[in-house]
């Protein structure tokens, strides 16, 4: 399996400010709308930055059509079922494409997805068939302000540049022996 087709959104120097804030968003989808695709068998994903305020489409990628067999194993255009090290190929493409992502959301996903996403700091997000990304968007800006769950927070944390002032605030403190 390998990517198709890649799309990235060129940015502004505004928007390079908006990204140090902002986490990187991947919904498994065919139409841009709406998530309705098992994450082994995605034939596409939309990448969005998203924080408190704003969200922004990033990229939008297309893969090779495979379909899933409900077992991390997937089979090909023709319906033969691929094993091992090809069903493994096909998650390392996407899990390779969604580097820098805090989030993936999907129908579904095997266990062995989920182990390599949460290897490289992905957190999967099953969502029920038909989810609208605006609404999923609007969702995780909500849980942002009102005080995140413990994968986003770690997100946050992760993708937070250290505070400048962070040293002067410590100075400030004083030390005492």
């Known amino acids: ?22 986490l990187k968003i991947a919904f498994a989808t065919t139409d ?7 994450f082994g068998s995605a034939k596409s994903f939309a990448v ?17 059509e495979l379909s899933q067999d409900g077992n991390d194993d997937c089979k090909d255009a ?10 493994e190929d096909k998650l390392s ?8 992502c805090a989030a993936v959301y999907c129908q579904a996903i095997g266990g062995s997805a989920i182990n390599q996403l949460i290897a490289k700091n992905i957190q999967p997000v099953k969502v ?13 800006q909500n849980e942002m302000k009102a005080g995140p769950s413990s994968w986003l927070a770690k997100a946050i944390n992760q993708h937070k540049s250290p505070d400048p002032q ?11 022996e």
């Open 78 to 87: 023709g319906g033969r079922a691929m094993q091992g090290a090809i069903a």
């Open 32 to 38: 841009m709308e709406t998530v309705n695709q098992h």
């Open 93 to 100: 493409v996407k899990i390779d494409l969604l580097d820098g």
């Open 128 to 140: 029920h068939e038909g989810g609208k990304i605006k609404d999923l968007i609007v969702d995780l």
């Open 166 to 176: 962070r040293f002067n605030q410590m100075e400030d403190e004083g030390w005492d």
């Open 48 to 64: 969005y930055a998203v924080d408190r305020e704003n969200a922004q489409l990033l990229e939008a990628a297309q893969f090779g």
């Open 1 to 22: 399996m390998s990517l198709t087709r890649r799309m990235h959104i060129v940015q502004g120097t505004d928007e390079n400010k908006f990204m140090e804030t902002a």
